[in-house]
């Protein structure tokens, strides 16, 4: 099988997923600055979408009613950075040629092409997204430390990072990975035992990076995307699935306390603290809420601003940021989209859909976002959602012994 253009539509998903980690552990792991290679990666994602536009021009996929309102989303935001960035610029923290390269260079243009081009061999795009995930996850652990207080202190948090990548970012690296593995341990039927053990590494690989970055959104996003595969099963499956989860609980506690005892982690501690005023991100993050809540209030309807002033900094919950930004129309128009495509993506988990990786990777980040990460700038999140759009608006579920030609594919939009 050559190399066809729904390869190249799955090297630009896992790109987008997994690309800025892997660079951030790569300049950590050799000690380089990240922005030239970062750079390259921007460059790289631009150079896959205007190849995959070349090659389908004249197969671009149909947008439905569904794509139209997912793109729309992306619409109103963007709508609110123009007005930012051309009237409001001192409200700012960074220039506005930040905040556009991420908003089209990283996450709109990938996404729109994907949802355009409409074509992913998703077989191809899990073993890719697993490979690459498997080789971030290595890098960024080799690479990662136990972060420091900002301020020059010298004072361990207990949350391991790299200088380019924060806690929660290297936690959803190592949730990403997890849930992929746990997807083909469990969505197949049939695997070498051989297979079976390279995925029990990933798996315990991508459990250290949660637990070491002690991080609690990406461990909430993990559990509940296991819960809505167990919940998705046939019965006896589903009795044995949550049987066998339930037996790793203490084995699961085990290697968590080691790994802090080892690492000098404190993610024990970090749960333990959540109602309490002992750690400052949650006085900040629920300061962060209420200012939100506020500037929503003040200005329902056509929203106010991408960043809160007092901070300097988003909101770190997407749907929160959604209405300050856009205002009461576009934040509904974003929290009914993203819930349908949540509720879609279950159903492909359900339906043992060869997508169902990825729908599992949607519905991590679709709770993720609740606890960090900015509109314009979360990729996995966007890049996910547009998996989920185009292969249940196909309603196509191809399995591994599914024998298509090349042509049969292409019109199902699968290929």
């Known amino acids: 099988m050559g190399f066809r253009s729904s390869h190249i539509a799955a090297v630009l998903v896992v790109m987008s997923l997994a690309g800025y980690p892997l660079v951030a552990g790569i300049a950590a792991f050799l000690s380089i600055p990240s922005t030239p290679i970062s750079i390259t990666m921007r460059g790289l994602l631009l150079a896959l979408s205007v190849l995959l536009i070349a090659l389908n021009l004249t197969r ?14 992306l619409g109103f935001y963007g709508v609110r950075l123009v007005a930012e960035t051309a009237f409001d610029t001192e409200e700012l923290s960074l220039a506005p040629s930040h905040y556009w390269t ?27 997204a697993f490979a690459l995930f498997s080789v971030t996850a290595v890098v960024v652990a080799l690479g990662g430390s136990v972060e420091k207080e900002s301020g020059g202190q010298l004072i361990a948090t207990g949350r391991t990072a ?25 969505g197949q039927t049939r695997m070498r035992f051989s297979r079976k053990l390279i995925l029990s590494a990933a798996l315990l690989l991508g459990l250290f990076l949660v637990f070491s970055s002690a991080s609690r959104g990406p461990l909430v996003s993990t559990v ?16 044995w699935f949550f049987l066998g989860g339930s037996s790793l ?19 024990v501690g970090r749960l333990s603290s959540l109602q309490t005023s002992e ?36 909101p770190h919950n997407f749907y929160l940021e959604y209405f300050m930004a856009t205002g009461i129309f576009g934040g509904l128009l974003s929290l009914v989209v993203m819930l349908i495509l949540a509720l879609r993506a279950a159903r492909l988990v359900r339906n043992r859909d060869m997508s169902g990786g990825f729908a599992l990777l949607y519905i991590q980040s679709f709770v993720g976002a609740q ?25 196509v579920i191809t399995h591994p012994n599914c024998d298509l030609s090349n042509s049969q594919a292409d019109r199902l939009g699968t290929s």
């Open 279 to 314: 750690d400052m991100s949650n006085v900040i993050r629920i300061d962060l809420y209420t200012i939100a809540f506020r500037q929503i209030m003040d200005y329902p309807i056509l929203g106010s601003s991408i960043e809160i002033e007092k901070y300097a900094s988003y």
């Open 60 to 73: 671009l996929r149909r947008p439905d009613a569904m794509t139209v309102l997912f793109l729309l989303t």
């Open 371 to 395: 606890f960090s990460g900015s509109v314009y700038t979360n990729s996995a999140f966007w890049m996910t959602a547009a998996v989920v759009l185009i292969n249940s608006a196909h309603r």
């Open 224 to 239: 509940l995307a296991v819960l809505v595969m167990g919940f998705s099963m046939p019965g006896r499956s589903r009795i």
């Open 249 to 267: 609980i203490i084995p699961a506690f085990i290697y968590l306390i080691s790994i802090e005892s080892t690492l000098n982690v404190n993610f």
């Open 102 to 128: 991420w908003y089209l260079g990283v996450v709109s243009i990938p996404v729109f092409v994907i949802v355009f081009v409409g074509r992913l061999d998703f077989q191809f795009l899990q073993r890719l």
């Open 162 to 186: 790299l200088e380019t990548l924060n806690p929660i970012s290297l936690g959803n690296v190592g949730s990403s990975l997890a849930l992929l593995s746990i997807w083909s341990m469990f």
